[in-house]
């Protein structure tokens, strides 16, 4: 009895999964969804034929479904990631559709691709601080094209919970370039609850939410599990958003019901609870362990509007270099959405930090932004670019800790344009000063003045001097845009860029003359003798952080107290004589 129960051990075991090479026309298999609730369900699987290197060494299994609801359903959003088996054995997942199409024809994406994690995601360029688009990095819905149609991905349903119509609909199409498809009001939002599940209750088959932002904002994309192999799980049959190995945690979830549509049907599902973190995602499939925690990003954003009312938005957003500036911008559109309005005349102030774990430097954030419309982006972008430049800047180890901001509405317009600028005098000596007189204009007449001082430097030679009086739009891009357009050289150096970007507030009054200069990581050497201007030329081609600049800065001064958005730019001149 002992000999023959240990003999079937020794017996080579047949392998879970059906060969690619072996699959032909005509053959027929199941595939296993939800439907509704948790309960998995069988569906008919036909083949078709197997289309060759459809991609880089990738081949894909064309096939008709049929079973269940899918005769008026056709093929959903949410069935990515279904297994399908043929004579028991699991040939792949149920990946791709053609849109609009009169027939459930799927494409499913072969086993043996979804388990190979040897791809790696093509090298992104980083953003840059004078970028509009935290998205940009991001690849396009991929598709493969048959004559007149077209096969693509089954778009991935992403729910959201406490975000704004508004919100959603200014992002949707970047969201649906993405291959996401956003959904509003039919699910509960992505929010996953923070117990850990049993592993026992997810099998393939299962339906899942990855988890992108939780708490009074959340953001969930719903798939279905393909196979698991002890702790290790795979789901999907596509990428999700290509971003390489990421940390995002996901939940079992339930099929509340299904929404038959002529464009693309699709189920509305709402997590039970939370089972482990994906750490992968590749073209042709997500990846993840059972039972491990995510690590996420506390992020609180508090909004104050003109009547005093105040809303506060907690929330946990995942720690990823190019999701994260996203879902954070996003999130305060939407916080700025549902507090004031986001059309007319209005003022934001932001202020907050972006801490980092490891104890660098945290980013400040202090502006203010004005306009007539659009200024809620403004606000958005102000949070996540400066996020954005610095997480895609090379340096691991600068991961976020948390994010605090908080944003004052006002009413008003505040914004005033340099108007005019008059010097005490249009000709002075070395060593006396120079008082400047600025006035401001702003709607409605507004019109206010300061007064700035300036003492010319000993030793001054004669010639013309310049004074260059500008908004920090214009200040900065004088003084960093090689400085922000290079890469960093240490994490340290990256989030200084950051925080000595001048604030919007203020007016910046530079004195310089027509004289070569240099910048070295920044900092400015005016007029250099010509014997060390003569090094610094000829160090200037091998040299990343050494550029030539075409006038020589002798001071730069602030004008603060204004309290309103400075724009516009004004330029002087003051003959210096002997």
Do not use: C
């Amino acid at each position: 009895m002992w000999f023959l129960a240990l003999a079937p051990a020794s017996t080579p075991a047949t392998t879970p999964f059906f060969p690619l090479k072996d699959v032909k026309p005509g053959m027929r298999g199941i595939g296993k969804t939800v439907f509704s609730g948790d309960r998995i369900e069988d569906f008919q699987v036909e083949i078709l034929g197997v289309l060759e290197n459809i991609g880089p060494k990738q081949s894909l299994i064309l096939a008709r479904l049929s079973g269940g609801p899918i005769a008026s359903t056709n093929v959903m959003q949410g069935m990515s990631g279904s297994p399908v088996y043929l004579e028991g054995r699991l040939v792949g997942a149920v990946a791709m559709a053609f849109p609009y199409a009169k027939e459930p024809i799927a494409g499913i994406r072969p086993i043996s691709d979804m388990l190979s994690n040897a791809e790696k995601p093509a090298a992104r360029a980083r953003t840059q601080m004078t970028d509009t688009d935290v998205l940009a990095a991001f690849p396009k819905r991929g598709e493969a094209v048959f004559g007149a149609g077209r096969m693509i991905d089954i778009a991935t349903p992403i729910s959201f919970g406490g975000f704004t119509r508004a919100a959603i609909e200014r992002f949707a199409p970047q969201l649906r370039a993405l291959g996401l498809e956003p959904t509003q009001g039919v699910s509960s939002g992505g929010r996953i609850p923070e117990t850990m599940g049993a592993h026992s209750s997810l099998k393939p088959g299962s339906m899942i939410s990855v988890g992108l932002v939780t708490g009074d904002l959340s953001i969930g994309a719903d798939g279905t599990v393909t196979y698991i192999d002890g702790n290790r799980i795979y789901a999907f049959g596509h990428r999700f958003l290509s971003v390489g190995s990421t940390d995002l945690p996901f939940a079992r979830s339930e099929v509340l019901t299904l929404l038959p549509s002529v464009s693309s049907s699709f189920k509305i599902s709402a997590a039970r609870e939370l089972m482990g973190s994906i750490s992968l995602d590749h073209s042709t499939a997500i990846a993840g362990e059972l039972g491990r925690r995510a690590a996420m990003v506390p992020v609180a954003i508090r909004v104050a509007g003109p009547t005093g009312k105040k809303s506060t938005y907690q929330m946990q957003m995942v720690d990823d270099r190019f999701l994260s500036p996203f879902l954070l911008q996003m999130s305060v559109f939407s916080a700025i959405d549902a507090t004031e309005r986001t059309v007319g005349a209005g003022s934001f102030v932001v202020k907050g930090q972006i801490q980092f774990r490891d104890g660098t430097t945290p980013v400040k954030l202090d502006n203010m932004f004005a306009g007539d419309v659009s200024s809620a982006m403004q606000v958005a972008q102000s949070a996540s670019i400066p996020l954005a430049y610095v997480l895609q800047g090379g340096f691991d180890k600068v991961r976020v800790k948390q994010v605090d901001l908080d944003i004052e509405t006002f009413d008003q317009k505040r914004q005033l344009q340099i108007d005019h600028v008059f010097p005490s005098r249009r000709e002075t000596r070395p060593g006396e000063p120079v008082e400047l007189n600025v006035g401001l204009a702003g709607e409605n007449g507004a019109l206010i003045t300061r007064k700035v001082r300036y003492q010319t430097p000993i030793g001054l030679t004669p010639g013309p001097l310049y004074f260059t009086i500008s908004d920090a739009n214009t200040a900065n891009i004088t003084d960093y845009r090689q400085t922000l357009g290079s890469a960093p050289r240490s994490a340290n150096q990256m989030i200084s860029n950051v925080n000595n970007l001048k604030v919007n507030t203020k007016a910046y009054v530079r004195a310089w003359r027509p004289d070569p200069a240099y910048q070295v990581n920044g900092e400015d050497i005016p007029s250099p003798p010509p014997s060390l201007g003569m090094i610094l030329a000829r160090s200037q081609a091998g040299y990343g952080g050494l550029t030539q600049t075409f006038n020589s800065k002798l001071a730069e001064l602030e004008i603060s107290g204004i309290g309103a958005v400075v724009t516009g730019s004004k330029t002087i001149q003051v003959d210096i004589k002997e």
